[in-house]
């Protein structure tokens, strides 16, 4: 039953085209032409370490520069400057919308005082 049952979701994926466009798709495989190296679990486990590492610090760094949002004094900056931040991330990193709704009634506040 295991089996038809995985046979079957891969079949459904591939008539969605799940598997179409997949990173590497016809390239050769990297490390076919290598030597062997005992160790290159713990280089690779190394390599992804400070690659996550990486990551952390660049959305680390772009959270800094969103927090210069509360300074802004029109919405229309507010969502220009979470359009660059996510520009520069290369995703939707931050909802303009929650940024602009927290940014709102942080500007509420200030003005309440």
């Known amino acids: 039953m ?3 049952f995985v046979e079957e979701q891969i079949r459904l994926a591939q008539e969605r085209g799940d ?3 997949l990173p590497g798709a ?4 990297e490390s076919l032409n290598r030597q062997y190296d005992p160790d290159w679990w713990a ?3 190394i390599k992804r370490l400070a690659d996550e590492d990486t990551g952390r610090s660049r ?3 772009l959270e800094r520069k969103l927090a210069g949002v509360w ?4 919405e ?3 969502r220009t ?3 660059n931040l996510n520009a520069e991330s290369g995703s939707d990193m931050f909802d303009a919308d929650e940024v602009v709704t927290t940014w709102r009634r942080f500007r509420a506040s200030i003005r309440a005082r």
Do not use: K
């Open 59 to 61: 959305s680390a760094e």
């Open 71 to 74: 300074g802004l004094t029109s």
């Open 2 to 4: 295991g089996f038809d």
């Open 76 to 78: 229309t900056s507010v």
């Open 81 to 83: 400057t979470v359009a």
């Open 26 to 29: 016809g390239q050769p495989i």
């Open 43 to 45: 280089r690779d486990f």
């Open 19 to 21: 598997f179409d466009n």
